[in-house]
């Protein structure tokens, strides 16, 4: 009966490693070190984003308002054309005067205008991740900063090299 016991204890104990099982087990790849895994940038938080988006889309509001108002200024509401000087009543010095405020709505236009696809780029920004990053150096550009002046790619640092 002793015979038994022992045949049953002997299948209960774990075989002993041999060296050829020391040997498989340390020829296993190991995993890489975290040091060589590509560095995590943290970003701004969602909250934070959201924040951000808000200001862009107010400020892209009174983007197209001013679009709209220049828009209403510089042409006739009746015809849907370009208002032009009014012969009958205008000098030639009116008509100058005349010609040079409208060239000059369409540069605010202009300007508006490429104000707005700043602003629409910052927004696609925001939705794919990279709003906030600095384009030369990389690093989180400042909150206040992006409050300022919520399109920027730069942080204040590059910005003043680059404008040198």
Same mark, same amino acid.
């Given at each position: 009966m002793r015979k038994k016991i022992a045949k049953? $204890? *002997? *299948? !209960?104990?774990?075989a002993k490693k041999t060296s050829a099982s020391k040997k498989s087990a340390s020829a !296993?790849?190991?995993a890489k070190p975290a040091a060589s895994r590509a560095p995590v940038r943290k970003g701004f938080r969602k909250s934070d984003l959201n924040y951000f988006k808000q200001i /862009?889309?107010?400020k892209r509001k @009174? /983007?197209?308002?001013?679009l709209e108002s220049l828009k209403s200024t510089m042409m006739d509401d009746q015809t849907g054309e370009y208002v032009t000087e009014n012969s009958t009543y205008s000098l030639h010095m009116e008509q100058g005067t005349d010609a040079m405020e409208r060239e000059k709505?369409?540069? %605010? *236009?202009?300007r508006e205008g490429k104000f707005l696809n700043y602003l629409d780029d *910052?927004?696609?920004r925001i939705e794919?991740? $990279?709003y906030g %990053? &600095? $384009? @030369? &150096?990389?690093?989180? /550009?400042?909150k206040e900063r992006l409050e300022a002046v919520p399109h920027t790619q730069q942080c204040v640092d590059c910005k003043l090299k680059k404008s040198k």
């Open positions: 049953k $204890t *002997a *299948a !209960r104990k774990p !296993r790849p190991k /862009i889309l107010n @009174e /983007i197209l308002e001013e709505l369409f540069l %605010f *236009a202009s *910052a927004l696609k794919n991740g $990279t %990053f &600095c $384009t @030369e &150096c990389g690093n989180l /550009i400042d």
